[in-house]
């Protein structure tokens, strides 16, 4: 079975300074992987995901991933936070091979709650 | 373009009465999936929903069942309420058809308080 691990449930950066949340997964073939964001009573939106093309992945609002596959790893990183990036975010798996677009279920981390202080 | 929409938001349930969730899907979507996220944890999959069938199941109770309608929107039925229960349920609507990764947008959530 697949599963994801995410270090820190809770990281306080600066604003301004790198953001740097952590992700390793266990999977024996490397799975497709997501990271969603969570607002405070709100549901999850994508920011980006991996699915075998460039292992640089770039998302929306400046955040970006690298999949290294010698480390299992997919951490999510933004050169500059912003106040407005506080949330919580999670990391997710989906085997590859499921046929169907839409037709994958997702395996999430804990999640991360990202604190940005002014 | 309305998103995906879940009603009601909020919900208070006694424990061993049954509850039913609502999910309308994104315009043009035709699966439904639906997720548990306790506090302090990440969404976990209940099922997912595809031309009115179930068609893939996590590790939830026969408690948990649901149905899709054919104009693509779902409903998720607990029965037997169990404090454990508590917890925000989101559901997740996607392009079952053709090929690619297509992605799965959540709604706001449903948040089931059990008492």
């Known amino acids: 079975a697949q599963s994801v691990t995410q270090l820190g449930s809770h990281v306080s950066v600066s604003e301004g300074a790198l953001v740097l949340l952590r992700c390793n997964y266990s999977s024996s073939v490397p799975p497709y992987l997501f990271w969603y964001v969570q607002y405070p009573n709100q549901g999850l939106q994508l920011l980006l995901k991996?699915?075998?093309?460039?292992?640089l992945v770039k998302g929306i609002n400046g955040f970006e991933a690298e999949f290294k596959k010698s480390e299992t790893s997919f951490h999510l990183t933004k050169p500059s936070a912003h106040m407005s990036d506080a949330a919580e975010y999670f990391c997710a798996v989906t085997p590859k091979g499921n046929s169907g677009a839409g037709s994958y279920q997702l395996t999430f981390g804990k999640g991360t709650k990202l604190s940005v202080i002014p | 373009d309305a998103g995906v929409t879940q009603s009601p938001t909020h919900l208070i349930k006694t424990r061993g009465q049954q509850v039913t969730l609502r999910c309308s899907p994104k315009s043009g979507h035709d699966t439904v999936s639906w997720y548990q996220q306790a506090l302090g944890q990440g969404p976990q999959f209940i099922f997912q929903y595809y031309e009115e069938e179930e068609r893939q199941r996590g590790n939830f109770p026969d408690r948990f069942s649901g149905h899709q309608f054919p104009n693509y929107s779902s409903e998720l039925n607990v029965n037997a309420l169990l404090l454990g229960d508590s917890a925000l349920y989101l559901c997740?609507?996607?392009?079952?058809?053709?090929?690619?990764?297509?992605?799965?947008?959540f709604g706001p959530g449903t948040r089931l308080t059990v008492t």
């Open positions: 991996y699915t075998s093309a460039a292992t």
């Open positions: 997740a609507s996607s392009l079952g058809a053709g090929g690619g990764l297509g992605e799965q947008y």
